[in-house]
Structure formats: C-alpha cells, structure tokens
T-cell receptor
Framework: NAGVTQTPKFQVLKTGQSMTLQCAQDMNHNSMYWYRQDPGMGLRLIYY???????DKGEVPNGYNVSRLNKREFSLRLESAAPSQTSVYFCASMRTEAFFGQGTRLTVV | GENVEQHPSTLSVQEGDSAVIKCTYSDSASNYFPWYKQELGKGPQLIIDIRSNVGEKKDQRIAVTLNKTAKHFSLHITETQPEDSAVYFCSVELGSNYKLTFGKGTLLTVNP
C-alpha cells in the first residue's frame, strides 16, 4: 500500500518548457488535489477533482491544467513554465482525511 | 472563500515544555479542522483533527480545542520532544466539499 505517489521528485525546467507532474493513489479515494507550497505561503490549492471525470479550479490555477485520467491518477501540466512557478508541488487524495505525496521540487530558470 | 490565519509563524521551546499554536477562520459554516505535521523534505501528515460538534480532542501528548463561537481552534503539544520539531499547519474544510484551506504554517523548534 503506497498511498500517494508523485513523480518526478525533482525537476529543473527552462522558461517556456512544458512538463507534466504525475500523481497516483491506491486508496480508492474519489477526491484528489494539487497544491503548491512556497516559503511563508503555506499550501495553496491549484486544482482539485471531487470525482473521476470532474475538475475544478482552486485558489491559484493560472498557468496550470489538470487531467483526472481515472480514479487513481491526477496529473498537473505546465504548458509554458515561468520562474514564478518555481515551487514544491504536492498531490493529495482524501476521503475523510487528506493523504499527501512526498512532493515534487520544481525549479524554473 | 475561507480565510485561515495561523500564529505564531515560528515557535521555539525547551524540551519538556508545552507548545500552543492558534488558528482563526472566517466562515462559520466550516465544520472540519485538521492539523498536519510536515517534516523536512516530506509531505504533510495528519496528526489530529476535530469536527464542529466537538470542543476538544486528545491523542496522547497532543490535543486540539475548538471554539466555534469565536471561530478559532488551537493545537496543544505537551512534554515536547526534539522529534516534535517540524512545520505544523492548521486547515479548515468548508461544508462537505472536501476542499481544505491551510494556514501559513508554524515552524516549531524543540531545543534539547
């Protein structure tokens, strides 16, 4: 039972490049989330998916897109990375409590 | 949307002392209040939670209190140990939409 698995753990991108962050959970949760964590800012919700087939914007969605591929997988895509997107990204899934992945540390240069 | 304020941003205590972290929220319809601990290089992990029909909950050395009238809740850690050193986040869920809003975090340092 792995819980929530994120890949990759680290990534460096050049400005304008694109990439997809992958997330998978094996707890059969309906709800999945993407957060970003910046120093002094806590965890801010980017997008979430309340169930398979639905996605909604969170607090800071600009510059991101998501796909709920199936019940297990929820991916986050940066189409044209910007330095302001340098952050640590966390995926989470939830039924009655939230379980977080280990995070992806992304640097955009 | 929901607004969550967390204080203090940093807290340093001596081993064996108690630590208290406080949060306030804005929406009176909020009904679920979990606390997360984040160790360096890891994702947040739930340590204790409380729902709006309960005023206090304890789990060994940690406890959470909730004052719905004043819209604030607190985390209490007694007999602190060096392994309690971490960043702690309060969070709030509004209604049953399964969306959590987080405070900005408290860096707790327990000095041996």
């Amino acid at each position: 039972n792995a819980g929530v698995t994120q890949t990759p753990k680290f990534q460096v991108l050049k400005t304008g490049q694109s990439m997809t962050l992958q997330c998978a959970q094996d707890m059969n949760h309906n709800s999945m989330y993407w957060y970003r964590q910046d120093p002094g800012m806590g965890l801010r919700l980017i997008y979430y998916s309340a169930s398979e087939g639905t996605t909604d914007k969170g607090e800071v969605p600009n510059g991101y897109n998501v796909s709920r591929l199936n019940k297990r997988e929820f991916s986050l895509r940066l189409e044209s990375a910007a330095p302001s997107q340098t952050s640590v990204y966390f995926c989470a899934s939830m039924r009655t409590e939230a379980f977080f992945g280990q995070g992806t540390r992304l640097t955009v240069v | 949307g929901e607004n969550v304020e967390q204080h203090p941003s940093t807290l340093s205590v001596q081993e064996g002392d108690s630590a208290v972290i406080k949060c306030t929220y804005s929406d009176s319809a909020s009904n679920y209040f979990p606390w997360y601990k984040q160790e360096l290089g890891k994702g947040p992990q739930l340590i204790i939670d409380i729902r709006s029909n309960v005023g206090e909950k304890k789990d060994q050395r940690i406890a959470v209190t909730l004052n719905k009238t004043a819209k604030h809740f607190s985390l209490h850690i007694t007999e602190t140990q060096p392994e309690d050193s971490a960043v702690y986040f309060c969070s709030v869920e509004l209604g049953s939409n399964y969306k959590l809003t987080f405070g900005k975090g408290t860096l707790l340092t327990v000095n041996p």
